[in-house]
């Protein structure tokens, strides 16, 4: 039975990921728990069969033989607010790139032979792209803090995967919403934020006209995750997610018709956000059909139900 290791496992996709491993993997997670992360016991306390250490990566004790046994390791560690980055900059870099170097360094001699390191990066690395399609080798320039260390933790995976013969999968994830996502607390993503909104106030306010988003379920993306480990991988490859791209607009709409007697508003886009705002590419997915081949997904209102379902039953 395959080892797999699960760095930030108790956040969000993290715990999703824990859970998908566990039915057929020996699963061992390690959070520290981190304020602002949403790293929860509540998010895993269900599943069975796990070790769980819940610890900062940099105060675990035998990390390097931890390290060492492991089929797969999955560095889900990260804070996800955009805001709170431009706040607290020296904050992200520890959260969003120290402590991926810190297990890169103690890696680089302690991983085991053909094993796969899995890395969970964004697409607000590739910033506002000129193009309308953006693949694997457009250029990113982020226009926000979080998406400088996000290039930077993904580019040190680039480096160690070539220096050391480490196997790295690094994938650039589009907003992501689902079971598991935060729902309180300032920034908590668009989706969620719209949930949140239409519920507790039965209305939600979209910032602008035609802006456009990509999108993906948490349970497609674990899924596009899992059968990648299924897959021979070797040195460093990065892959876009396969994801929705629509209007935000038309999420908003999609929302409130899921939500009873709930309205959509739309304002003018605050400045503060308008500065580090994307355009709407779309992403192109040839890289990542050409490894894995393409699965069944939710459907967006399927998806939405089942958010604004465990919306209800965490903010009533």
Known sequence: MKKVLILGGAGFIGSQLANKFSKSCNVTIIDGLVDGTGGS?????????????????????????????????????????????????????????????YLLECLKDNFKKNSLVINLGSTGQYGSSKFDCVDETTQMLPLDIQGINKVSAENYFRVYSNLYDINVVSFRIPNCYGEHQPYAGEDIGLIGGFIRSGLLNKNIDVYGNDRKRNIIFVKDLVNVIYNITLQENISFQSYN?????????????????????????????????????????????????????????????????????????KIR
């Open 241 to 313: 997610v396969p994801c929705i791209n629509i209007s935000i607009q038309e999420i908003a709409k999609q929302i409130s018709h899921l939500i009873a007697q709930c309205t959509v508003s739309v304002e003018k886009i605050p400045e503060n956000i308008e500065k580090f705002d994307v355009n709407g590419y779309k992403l192109d997915f040839t890289k990542i059909y050409n490894k894995i081949s393409r699965h069944e997904i939710h459907s967006l209102e399927q998806s939405l139900n089942l958010t604004i379902q465990y919306f209800r039953g």
């Open 41 to 101: 016991n509540e998010n895993i306390c269900k599943i069975q069969g796990i070790t769980f250490i819940s610890k900062y990566i940099e105060n675990v004790p035998d990390l390097a033989n931890i390290l060492s046994e492991q089929d797969v390791i999955i560095d889900s560690m990260g804070w996800t607010s955009h805001l709170g980055a431009i706040d607290n900059p020296a904050l992200d870099l520890k959260l969003n790139l120290h402590s991926h170097l």
